[in-house]
Structures are given as C-alpha cells and as structure tokens.
C-alpha cells in the first residue's frame, strides 16, 4: 500500500488532488460514512485517513509526534464504522483474544431497566463483593459460567446515542427492555431505531412476566409489527421472559448475551499492546481532581500510563474497578475509574496511550488547534442542499420524520415511501410524533440523516444540538412541498428556497388598549431579538392563537429596527390585535435558502 503525508486539516479539494482522483468520488465516500464536505471545506486528519485507506493509501501525518497516534481505518464490511483507532484490521491476528461481550440495556422510563442491572449485579457478583461495592462508575462486569460480560449503566438510550455521535464503538449487545403488562411504549420505539441505527445484536427482555396483567404474546406481537421479529415467529431476535423482583430470567438472558456474543459476532482483542479505550463518563471530584470512567476495549491500561482523552492529556495515577478496589492495570472490556487527567474529559471521547508525556501533550495541542479549524470551517453532515452533488452511484437518503398527529405522521410517511428513483433508496431510520427533540438529532447524527418535522418545531435543546452537530432539521406544514423537495434534491434540480428562520421571543407583560380595544402588546424579550421584519406568531397556554407581521416595534414612544434581549418594547401586528397578558410572541424571518 502506497503512504501519503497529510496534514493536520486538509480540504476535500487538496485531498482528492493528493490521491489522484475526482473530487466527486471523496465526497462520495464522505457522505457513506456520515459526513459531508463540499470541496472547499476541510476534514481532520482522521477523516482523510479514512478516505485514504479507501482509495490505496497509508496515511501519514505531517506532525511527527502525531504519527504514533495515526491508525487509519479501513471501510472494511461492518455495519456501522468504527474509529480509527478502534479498527482490529491492522493487529496481528495470532495476537487477537477474546474479551468479554459489552452490552448497554435500552427501554422505556418504568419498565425495569435498572431493576434489571441491580438483579443483575446482585445475583453474578460473588457474595463477598455485593456488600463491598462503594462507588457506581457507570459500568460493571458480572460472571457467568466462567466468563466476564461488561455492562454499561447508561441514563437510556439518549446517552447511547450521544455517545455514538461523538464517534465512539462501545456497545456489542443491545438489551431492549419491554414491560409484559405495558408492552411497547413511544422510548421503546426510539429505542429500536437507535439500536438499529447502531448496527449492534439485539436481545429482548419481557420484564415483569410475573405480573398480573402481563401478556408476552402482545408484547411479540407489537415488536413484530416494528420489525423486531422473535425467534418463535421465524425471526432472529432472542426474546427472554424476566422478572427484576423474582429473578426469573435472568441468568437465561446473561445465557442468551454469551451465545449472541458467540455467535454473531466474536468479540476480540490485543491485550499486549497500548490501550486504547472510550470515556463513559468524566466529573470534577473534590480532593481528587478530574476523574473519568474508561472501558478498555484494545491493550492494557496501567498505572503510570501517559494518555489523550480527546483534547484532553494526563498520566494515570489510579485505577479503581468497579468494586471500588485498586487495581495496578485494565485490560479489554475492563471499565474503570481513571484519575491524572489535567482537565475533564467528554463522554464519548477516545482515550489513547503515547509513549512519552511529550508525545501526549503535543497531540492534545495539535487537537485543540483543529477543534479551533472546525469551529471556524465546520463539516456539515448531509443536508437535502447537499444530496445531488454526488452523481453515479446508487444513494441512500436517510430520514427521521416528526408530525404533530399520528394521523399526519402516517400521511408523511406514505407520502415518503412512495417516492421512487432509480439511483437513490429512501431510508426511514425514525420517526414519531411531538416535537423534535435531543433525541431525533441525536439519532440523525448517527445515521447520517434529514430530520423532517411536519407541523412542528425543535425545542431548545433540539436546536442547540442540531447547530453543534451538523443536522439538518427542516419543517414543514404542507405534505407535497416535503415530498416536491426530496425529488427535487434527489434529481439535482433543487430550486433556491425560503425558509422560516427563529429569531426571538418575547412575553406580554401588559396590554394597551385603543379606543377600548386590545392593541399594543407591551413586551419584555427574554429570547434571541425582535426585529422590524418580522413575522410572530401568538402563543398562549403553548397554543397558536394569532400572527401577522410586525406592524411597528417601539422602545418608549421611538420606532426602532429591532429589540435584544432583556429588553422591553411595544409591538403590534398587522391583522391581530387580541393580545392578553402571559401570551408569548415568537418571530421568524423569511430567508432565501440558496442550494
């Protein structure tokens, strides 16, 4: 394999350029394995690593201290990709061991998720350990039959994705938690579409089959129809009745998690190496400083160790198991405390070990300077903008779709999945009803889709996440204009668009009357800003009642262009005047969208 030198940040343009071959086809693999980058935009080094791999080459850093930490990955055949340095393709086989299977368990809120872990823990730890556990670090391992399984406690299944957005491999084994008598609920179907989004083993626990009112069979039944087909009904996913009061099942589901493990997909690992692993969890701890919990998943962390969590460096003073014993080294699948990092660590990030403290400090500078390159050039994942500029080969456009009714949330999909094209396949990774959440972006993070809200908004965390993470969220209120734009997209011939744009909010503190009517609302801003262009719409008791655009915008008796926050104003609107006092006014600006 021939070897190319890159640097720190390169552009799509001068990637191409250096591998000899058409910009189209960078961007082609880009966009497969979840990024977009049009020419002129710039990816890490670990991104063209990935690319250069893809087309014959051995990537290389320009930064010589940065070389020990360059492991490109190769595309390979799994289901979902893999961090770089997380790859196995380039270990020595005869040096690959099995390690014990990670699993995460996912559900809905109540339906026994923690129980289960607690049964769990209660019932494999050995009996001398139970009473000795004085610490939860987000992870622990149990026993059965002679071997280890990993688990990770995770607050649900918004934090398992989170995680993979951030780029991390943790999970093998997927457990989705469904209660007998609830059966299956709005976060147990988030729930399947970010396990399947993940691309991991899925195993199903009925919980509570000891209760009166339970029935499996509905329960089978349900996750049939959502394409979770049990293996009673000719499917391939495990179904395993539990009880986390009585016990029931548990040690049958710990059984089902090793002979998954076994059989679909092996896990290994090199031990005699240095350990690369993935924070699950990081705080600032009184008398002990930044504190982070690491599952090992390749090598041998110890004592001594100079490693980079993301941007972050350190060398390891402690190492405390999940018993809350010390221990002198951690090897794969092996979570524990770690203690030495100079800062706090982000969920999520890649932990490596350098050779020297030198080397460990250099990286950790050199990933500060490129995180400071993205936030002034960020790489957008894929928009509905960006879909026909990759021409040739066959496409897949991945949506997650939010309405405000289960009635148009059905309407939309139909719409959608009617959509035929020759070179592109219309994929559905998510969808349900409500307002686009953390969740939704979430999701489209990591699989790399649209997100389509039909007569509903993001709220602010929805956005806030969108913004961080690249995705592309669009709304809509009339069915054609969604399924007129994914054509058009899908064909190239996506027309410069107008789109809403949030501007502000503000909230009526006072109502001033004209000739004894309703007329001027006096408003505080306590969002964004208010302008003179404006269009706002009337909110009371979180329910539209009014808009119109803005007809004047005051301050005291003076016209004024616009109005920040935490400041008051007098508005009034063309064609409403129906103020009362609470009524929350929220502004948009029309915007061409040129694509």
Known sequence: MKKIRLPASVTVKELAERLGVPGAQVITYLMQNGVMAALNQSVDFDTAALAADNFGFEAESEEALAKEAAAPATTGT???????????????????????????????????KTSILDKIRA????????????QRIGAYQVERQGRLITFIDTPGHEAFSAMRARGADVT??????????????????????????????????INKSDKDGANPDRVLQQLAERQVVPESYGGEVPMVPTSAVTGQGIEDLLDTILLVSDVVSPPRANPDRLAVGTVIDSELERGRGPVATVLVQNGTLRIGDNVVVGRVYGKIRALTDDAGHRVK??????????????????????????????????????????QRAKVAQPVRRITLSDFAAV??????????????????????????????????????????????GEADVNLAAVSGAIVIGFNVHPDDRAKAAAEELGVDVRFYDVVYQVTDDIMKSIRGMYEPSFIEVYQGRAEVRKVFTVDGRPAIAGCQVVDGKITRAATCTVRRDGREVGSGKIDALKRFRDDVREVARGYECGITLDGFADFAEGDVLEAHVTEQQNI
Not at 174 to 195: C, F, K, N, R, Y
Not at 406 to 434: H, M, W
């Open 391 to 436: 021409q040739g080969e066959t496409k897949t456009m991945t949506l997650v779709l939010k309405a405000e009714a289960n009635g148009s949330l059905e309407a939309l999909r139909s719409q959608v999945t009617k959509l035929e094209d020759p070179n592109v396949t219309i994929k559905i990774v998510g969808e349900g009803v409500g307002a686009v």
């Open 78 to 112: 799994t289901l979902r990709p893999r961090h770089p340095l997380l790859d196995l393709s380039g270990e020595d086989p005869a040096k690959l061991v099995p390690r014990p299977p990670v699993v995460a368990v996912l559900g809905h809120v109540d339906h026994g």
């Open 172 to 205: 093998d084994i997927a457990i989705l938690v469904v209660a007998a008598d609830d059966g299956v609920m709005p976060q147990t179907e988030e729930a399947i579409h970010h396990i399947r989004s993940a691309g991991v083993p899925l195993v199903v626990a």
């Open 329 to 370: 080294e951690a090897g794969p699948s092996k979570p524990v405390l770690i203690s030495g990092l100079t800062d706090v660590a982000t969920a999520g990030d890649v932990l490596q070990v350098m050779e020297t403290e030198k080397a460990a400090r250099a990286l950790s500078e050199l990933r500060t300077n490129e």
């Open 123 to 134: 019932t494999s730890v050995a009996a001398g350990e139970a009473g000795g556990i004085t």
